[in-house]
């Protein structure tokens, strides 16, 4: 079964974007998830990553990542409740627990526990929308000029991943067809062979790397050396039809964002007591992150 | 009038003089200890080999398993040794430079090098991108790399796949796609090792000739390794056979058949086969070739009067069924159902679906099987037509959505890659105890217990997966029901497949009924008594061997293409035919 975080090519702006642009404008989102911790700037920055999701297409990816986010907001929130003991208001006492002492439930806790868990989950929205909808060889071709071993470890690993999880499969298979004499394939035996396998996998994926050139000098230092200066403004002048797009509202988002701040937009605070301020600035501010998950919009012909 | 120059004799593409070559670690005392190996004293896998291909031509690479023919692939782009390390000695020139001393990622643009497996061959997420990397990778601008994409793309009928990821991609569809990025550069030199292993039939003989297309084309030099050479002998201009290293044979299709005939009868064409036995000369080359030469002599004329097939050749299938079974045969999914004692498996209205989303699809539709004990179908069809999960939904791998499949007896599964099932160092840690010894004595094995199962051959490895997939149940009344193989024959050469047969012919003779999934019509010939033939999930044709294999074009052996008479399929039967009409002696 293919990953539901798995680039697919679509039609799409977010997916035609240069990987530049389209990092440029969902960085904007991790960003300010980031910078801030006023749950109502939070929540719009997870509907503006899911809202972009959505019109590029990779719903299935943001649905999953909205499930994976809220279990692990979840768990984020019951270890901050069980090892943070500040906060006025106790909710429950636990008394004394093995490891943790006392333990005192109060709702500041669980208040800046949920903060932290909300933006653990919206930033995984945002990385599953670029996973799903940012092609990994535009990625790692942009980044081999500059750090070339890196890209190759990487490429390597990007397409490792779903080798080895096929052949992962094969092994359970195969373990479970084995007849009742031969030995066992427990999970330390298989975990070994997994591992073998994949590093013969890497060695033919390697070679493959070689037989393409993938050794050779990073392109970019030769194009410019055989090409001439109109011939090398000409080939880099020509830009995705959406990269202005997506680099414009990234830079209005994240200017915004640290205006906001100065303003006092981030009006969120756990200890002693919970406060939250939903002052103007802040609903301006929302608006505009959630306003900008429209990037992806394509009007239709 | 001016005299016309004398055109310089061209530069040989490939120009390989006295090599010799050792992998790292290559006389170490386990890799000496099992016959995987064809190595000398010194670990040498190609000794003092010297070899030259012109440009324009198209060259067959023929071989037994493991006797050097993909190191020697390996040596002509390179990856040999900057890849793989250990020593080498003597010279090999690409397209006039040194390949020991440049490496694969120089001589990209002069050779393209096509590996078995496709699925590790690809490196990128999309077809498009894949293709273009070794353009992206040397710098061609972006309006370049376009134009040769395209091109290339439309040359091997594959545009619908450029915007297609490649993990949405058939085996074959990706061994195109690999084909596509070795010739994007549009080198000089193309190297393949056995590009149609994991093909069926339609596609691999499509492959071969899109290549011999490409070679008058595009004037690209083609060196070719195959153990099928009914399947490419009539496309190539030469031969290079090998044997533990060193060429043995280096000459015209023609003259090399005669050579195989001499020296080994394992790299016999079947055509070939049925002209030496038949006493016809010259031999031929391929189906066309052989259809003329008996034309000429008069062997195929004169039908009226013939003694009628079904009586020269008895239906097999009907005697390895058990007697008295009188099975009824319907065909477009109702298939032969046998008697209750004796059913090996029986599938009723098998529907399976796989996939997810919105690429879940009906793979088995309504797929009825009954197998009977003793009894050896082949199951041929189409890459995609549902082959494995047929066979993965029999062993309860995947579950039906429809439909039920009951294996009375049990069921053992060898799937595609017998690796898969070796899993330790060490053959006797895979099957220990007296149960263990009994597998590996059923199967063969029982000198190589100490042996590690990588430095097996690729046959013995086979037969040691087949061990473990029925140790325990190997004897007697333990035997399972069914035993069923998934496209065993990948990368075998014919004398391997022949010990294939006698193996899985031994289990079958035990009682068990024995099913293979195969592309190799050859191989199904030999083995098989039932053919059943499945095409996008449905069972389109079920029967006796030497009548499903005779009634076609693709699934159907060299000789069957050659006689076109009903039921005859192997050189024998070819020759009785023939002997039977009075056409020879």
């Not at chain 1, 984020?76 to 003991?85: A, G």
Request: charged content about 20%; proline content about 6%; hydrophobic content about 50%.
């Amino acid at each position: 079964m293919r990953s539901p975080f798995a680039y697919t090519p679509r039609p799409r702006p977010l997916q035609s974007a240069s990987p530049g642009a389209a990092v440029a404008y969902l960085g904007a989102f991790v960003a300010v998830a980031f910078l801030y911790s006023s749950p109502l700037v939070l929540a719009a920055v997870g509907a503006g990553a899911a809202l972009a999701g959505l019109l590029a297409g990779a719903s299935r990816a943001v649905r999953v990542a909205l499930r994976m986010g809220g279990v692990l907001a979840l768990l984020i929130v019951v270890v901050n409740v069980l090892v943070v003991n500040r906060g006025e208001t106790v909710l429950l006492r636990l008394g004394e627990l093995p490891v943790l002492g006392r333990v005192d439930v109060t709702g500041e806790a669980l208040a800046a526990g949920a903060v932290i868990g909300l933006r653990a989950a919206v930033a995984m929205v945002a990385f599953a929308v670029y996973s799903a909808c940012v092609d990994p060889d535009r990625v790692l071709r942009a980044l081999r000029p500059l750090a070339g071993r890196s890209a190759l470890t990487a490429a390597l690993i990007s397409r490792l991943v779903p080798v080895a999880a096929a052949d992962a499969a094969r092994l359970r298979d195969a373990g479970r067809l084995r007849g009742p004499a031969a030995a066992p394939l427990g999970r330390a035996v298989m975990a070994r062979r997994l591992l073998t396998g994949s590093l013969d996998r890497a060695v033919d994926v390697a070679a493959t790397l070689e037989l393409r050139g993938y050794a050779l000098e990073p392109p970019r230092r030769r194009l410019i050396a055989r090409l001439s200066p109109r011939q090398w403004g000409q080939s880099c002048d020509r830009r995705p039809r959406y990269d202005r797009r997506f680099y414009a509202i990234g830079a209005v988002v994240i200017v915004a964002a640290v205006v906001g701040k100065l303003l006092g937009a981030d009006g969120f605070a756990a200890y002693p007591t919970v406060e939250v301020g939903f002052g103007g600035a802040t609903l301006a501010l929302s608006a505009l992150v959630v306003l900008a998950g429209l990037a992806p919009w394509r009007r239709r012909a | 009038m001016p005299e016309l120059a004398t055109p310089p004799r061209a530069v040989p593409v490939l120009a390989i003089e006295g090599l010799s070559y050792a992998y790292p670690n290559a006389d170490e005392p386990t890799k000496r200890a099992s016959t995987a190996h064809t190595a000398d004293d010194a670990g040498r896998v190609l000794r003092d080999v010297s070899l030259q291909l012109a440009p324009g031509e198209f060259a067959l690479l023929a071989g037994r398993s493991a006797c050097g023919k993909t190191t020697l692939l390996r040596a002509a782009c390179g990856l040999v040794p900057h890849f793989h390390g250990g020593e080498i000695d003597g010279s090999v020139s690409v397209a006039g430079r040194d390949a020991i001393a440049a490496g694969p990622g120089e001589l990209a643009g002069a050779v393209g090098y096509v590996a078995q497996d496709p699925e590790t061959q690809v490196v990128s997420t999309t077809v498009a991108a894949e293709i273009g990397l070794p353009l992206e990778m040397r710098g061609d601008p972006p309006a370049s790399r376009a134009r040769a994409i395209e091109e290339v793309a439309l040359a091997l009928a594959i545009p619908h796949l450029l915007e297609r990821t490649v993990d949405a991609l058939s085996g074959g569809e990706l061994q195109r796609v690999a084909l596509a990025a070795a010739l994007v550069t549009r080198p000089q030199l193309v190297l393949l090792d056995e590009p149609t292993s994991q093909l069926d039939p339609v596609a691999g003989d499509e492959l071969i000739w899109l290549l011999r297309r490409l070679n008058e084309e595009w004037g690209v030099t083609v060196l070719l390794a195959e153990h099928r050479l009914e399947r490419c002998l009539a496309a190539a201009d030469r031969v290079v056979a090998m044997d533990a290293g060193i060429i043995s044979f280096d000459g015209e299709p023609r003259d090399f058949l005669a050579w195989a005939q001499e020296v080994d009868n394992a790299l016999e064409t079947p055509s070939a086969r049925l002209f030496s036995l038949a006493g016809i000369e010259p031999l031929p080359t391929g189906v066309r070739n052989a259809r003329q030469i008996l034309s000429s002599t008069d062997a195929l004329g004169g039908r009226e009067g013939d003694t009628p097939l079904s009586q020269l050749f008895p239906k097999t299938a009907s005697a390895v069924r058990p007697s008295g079974s009188g099975k009824s045969t319907s065909r477009s999914g109702g298939v032969p159902l046998p008697p209750g004692g004796s059913s090996a498996v029986n599938a009723r209205n098998l529907w399976v679906e796989l996939g997810d989303g919105d690429r879940r699809r009906d793979v088995l539709k309504g797929i009825e099987l009954g197998v009977a004990q003793g009894e050896r179908v082949a199951l041929m069809g189409r890459n995609g037509a549902g082959k494995s999960t047929l066979l993965r939904a029999l062993a309860g791998l995947v579950e039906p959505v429809r439909g039920r499949a009951e294996a009375p007896g049990g069921i053992a599964l060898l799937s595609q890659n017998p690796s898969d099932y070796l899993v330790r160092e060490r053959v006797g840690d895979e099957l220990p105890g007296a149960a263990g010894a009994a597998a590996l004595r059923a199967v063969g094995l029982e000198h190589a217990v100490d042996a590690d199962p990588r430095d097996l051959s690729g046959g013995e490895r086979q037969r040691l997966a087949l061990a473990i997939a029925l140790a325990g149940r190997i004897e007697g009344e333990e035997l399972p029901g069914l035993v069923a193989l998934d496209e065993p024959t990948r990368g075998m050469d014919r004398a391997l497949k022949g010990e294939l047969v006698e193996l899985v012919g031994g289990l079958a003779a035990a009682g068990a009924g024995v099913v293979v999934a195969t592309h190799d019509v050859e191989f199904a010939a030999a083995f098989a008594a039932r053919v059943v033939l499945l095409g996008e999930g449905v069972a389109i044709a079920d029967g006796a061997a030497n009548e499903v294999l005779s009634g076609g074009w693709y699934f159907a052996t060299e000789v069957a293409r050659i006689l076109d008479a009903p039921g005859v399929v192997t050189p024998e039967q070819g020759v009785a035919y023939l002997a039977e009409r009075g056409r020879i002696a």
